[in-house]
């Protein structure tokens, strides 16, 4: 969920990165289809519904979304069961022992920088969706090493300059 006051949205420049960089990808560019993000709160029965075929949801949580995004998600889970569900962002916590037991509607939570860690799930879940390998993440079984840290931020493209960021609002 993004953020509306008054007539103002703002832009999901976060997970607008994370899209820009994956699809550089070819195989993930040909592969997937990302949908609009969510905004408005009012909609969230719609968008919902909206996710009853989804094949991945992808929750970037923050303060201001958390409660929101959990409905949506728990909800999405009671729907389509095998829609694989990842939250990341800077309300996942770091050190998660009672997380998955609270949320068992979330199958993984991504610490960290989520470029390449979302770009490394989307590659398992192409080949075998054996995420025990991909940095960055746990699940209710496991917790893998953390990700490296992005050193070389001009590597990454732009979400404005590609209309990522368009084409996610």
Request: glycine share 4%; proline share 4%.
């Amino acid at each position: 969920f993004n953020f509306q006051y008054g007539d103002q949205i703002h832009f999901p420049c976060r997970i607008s990165s994370m899209v820009a960089y994956v699809k550089t990808e070819k195989k993930i560019d040909e592969e997937f289809k990302f949908e609009k993000c969510f905004v408005f709160r009012t909609k969230v029965e719609e968008y919902i519904k909206q996710c009853q075929d989804a094949d991945i949801l992808l929750c970037s949580c923050y303060v201001w979304n958390w409660e929101i995004t959990k409905y949506l998600a728990k909800e999405v889970k009671k729907i389509n069961p095998q829609c694989l569900i990842i939250f990341g962002g800077a309300q996942i916590p770091d050190l998660s022992t009672e997380f998955f037991s609270e949320h068992p509607y979330v199958d993984i939570i991504a610490h960290g920088e989520g470029e390449y860690i979302l770009k490394n799930i989307f590659t398992a879940y192409l080949k075998d969706k054996d995420f025990s390998k991909v940095k960055g993440i746990e699940t209710k079984d496991f917790r893998t090493a953390p990700q490296e840290r992005i050193d070389d931020l001009d590597m990454l493209p732009s979400p404005y300059l590609t209309n990522t960021v368009w084409d996610l609002v």
